[in-house]
Every structure is written in C-alpha cells, then in structure tokens.
C-alpha cells in the first residue's frame, strides 16, 4: 500500500466502528454500531467481506474468542484495528478535511 491509498466509505464506517468498539468488535456488534451511528441498514455479508478485505490489506486482525454454549459452542470471531489501519482512516480523513476546507454546503 502507498501513502496516497485512501478508504472506502464503507471501509472507513467499519475501521471506525472497530475503533468505537474495542475488545467488543466482532461482526454483530460492528453491523449493530454503523446502523446505530448511521441510521442506514447493513447486511452482515457485507460487513464480514469488508472486514476480510480490511484484514486482507493489513489494516485489521482477528482472532476467535472462546467457544460459547450459547452459539452451540463456536466462537466469536473478534477484529481489532491494526496501527496500518489507523493511518488508512487518518490519512482518509485528513483528504476528507483538505477537499471539504473552505466550503459552503447548500443544505436544501
């Protein structure tokens, strides 16, 4: 990846649902998160195939939690953000910041 690679929106919502959410980010918490922040519904496929892309990249980690008898004994699968990660969502916010600088947004 080079400096100048920026996010998607979608990718930029889930790395920062990821770290909105700590030790608690695994897909159901991540969907419950962007729709709660965002008011727009969310598939959970698309939420695990952005965070396998993410993880693809570098910019996220996961592990498995312990097995739980709730899930009939599988386990979380939890994400956490990696220092790559954080500079994607830095460097994505800080272009985001440069092109909307000094603009007036009609509102209708």
Not at 37 to 66: F, P
Not at 86 to 96: G, K, P, S, Y
């Amino acid at each position: 990846m080079s400096g100048r690679d920026y996010l998607g929106e979608f990718e930029h919502i889930i790395l920062l649902a990821l770290l909105r959410l700590g030790e608690r980010a695994y897909g159901v918490t991540v969907r419950q998160e962007i729709e709660q922040r965002t008011q727009r519904e969310v598939s959970i496929g698309a939420v695990y195939a952005t965070l396998e892309r993410l993880e693809s990249k570098g910019y996220v980690r996961s592990r498995r939690g312990d097995p739980t008898p709730e899930r009939g004994g599988r386990s979380k699968r939890f994400f956490h953000i990696t220092g790559t990660g954080v500079e994607a969502v830095d460097r994505t916010q800080h272009a985001l910041r440069q092109m909307t600088e000094g603009l007036r947004l009609a509102r209708g």
